[in-house]
């Protein structure tokens, strides 16, 4: 029986490693894996000729060369809204606690330590007044990315009495579908910020975002004493930029799950340890997303949740002997290519499904008896073609 290597990197919930059964080895110090499971570390693929997918138990992909991996025919999985609501809910909390000077004020109390309790209480009322703060309710709300987590924090604006608006130049249908009517969508960046009090980031880091939030086309935009918030990635703001916004008082403050040099001990900043997603819901609910896509890709060639690969699964009938699997750049004639070859072998084909994603073309080939080797290679071989597999049914017990 065929048993997969996966390689987990970084502390993957037991709930998730739980679902591989006695067909997956799995080790975190495995040096061949066909299948990772990863959180926020960087993940090489040179040193890894056999891998065939990776799994990012969470949302952003930045840590992993996804275009690389697209070459080398690697399918990358995220686990998209499985940590969405322990953002949201971190998002408000770190808000709430720079808005009312939480922070501060408990270093305060803790500061009264020794002191007996009319001492304490005549201490406290004498000098909670430096912590005076504000509410959020009745302000407004900009939020940047109206993805899984961006709606969850427009949704949430309004539960706190806010104005919300979004802006998102490639909003998903299946997001949108779930953000309150109630929410403005901006259709520029200038209208997203003129009015806002606070400003929320939730895009991907990418190539297209590096550096978004910077002078020119963000804050010279910004109402005056607006408070920044960061729970997406550093990267996507400019630390400079933000240094001097927060100078010149146009930014009264940053809130920020990106510690950094320039960031700490700044008395504007208030920054948590990238603990958006840190709770042990958000780590067993992506835990077993990406266990399940990683399962249902090795063993059967499905793909849920791909990043760089199009969504495509179907289940191979009893009649099937042999699930081959073509991936290839998204060029004419592969189909034909592929059904030839095939069919020049006799190899009756029960099922051939294809789906596209405009880079990357993806073949689910049924077929009734075995597939040679030299058939699979040849496949291989042909231009356009990135990668051949045989899936290996005989691990659900159903082949010889
Ligand atoms: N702090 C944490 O621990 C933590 C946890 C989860 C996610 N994140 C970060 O948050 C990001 C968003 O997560 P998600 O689950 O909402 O992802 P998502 O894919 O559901 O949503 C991202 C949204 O950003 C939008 N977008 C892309 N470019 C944009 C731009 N230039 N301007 C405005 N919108 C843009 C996309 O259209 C999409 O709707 C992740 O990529 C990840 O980097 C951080
Ligand atoms: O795994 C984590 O701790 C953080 C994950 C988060 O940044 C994400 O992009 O989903």
Known sequence: ????????????????????????????????????????????????PNLLAIARAGAGVNNIPVEEATEKGICVFNTPGANANAVVELVYTSLGIWLRNVEKSIEFCQGLTGM???????????????????????????????????????????HHGMRVFGFDPFPALDNIHHLSPEVTL?????????????????????????????????LEFVKPGAVLINYARGPIVDEDAVLAALASDKLRGHVSDFPSVKFLGHDQILVTP??????????????????????????????????????????PTVDVHTRLTVINRDQPGMIAMISNILGDKHINIKNYTNKSNGTVGYNIIDCAGPVPVDVQEKIAEQEGVLRVRMIPLEIRGRQV
């Open 116 to 158: 007996n309790d009319d001492e304490i209480n005549r201490e406290v009322e004498a000098r909670k007044k430096k912590f005076k703060g504000e509410e959020m309710a009745g302000k407004t709300m900009a939020v940047f990315g109206l993805g899984k987590i961006g709606v969850g924090v427009a949704n949430a604006g309004l």
């Open 274 to 315: 990238h603990l958006g997603a840190s709770t042990s819901e958000s780590e067993e609910n992506c835990a077993t997303m990406a266990v399940k896509e990683l399962k249902n890709y090795l063993e059967f060639g499905n793909i849920v949740h791909s990043v760089n690969f199009p969504n495509i699964e179907t289940i």
């Open 186 to 218: 901006a259709r520029s960046r200038k209208e997203a910020l003129a009015q806002a009090d606070f400003i929320s980031i939730h895009m991907p880091l990418n190539k297209n975002t590096h550096g978004y939030v910077t002078e020119k086309d963000f």
């Open 1 to 48: 029986m065929k048993q997969f290597k996966i390689k987990t990197i970084n502390a993957i919930a037991k709930e998730g490693i739980g679902l591989f059964d006695t067909r997956f080895l799995v080790d975190p110090s495995e040096t061949d894996p066909e299948g990772i499971v990863v959180r926020s570390s960087k993940v090489e693929l040179t040193q890894f």
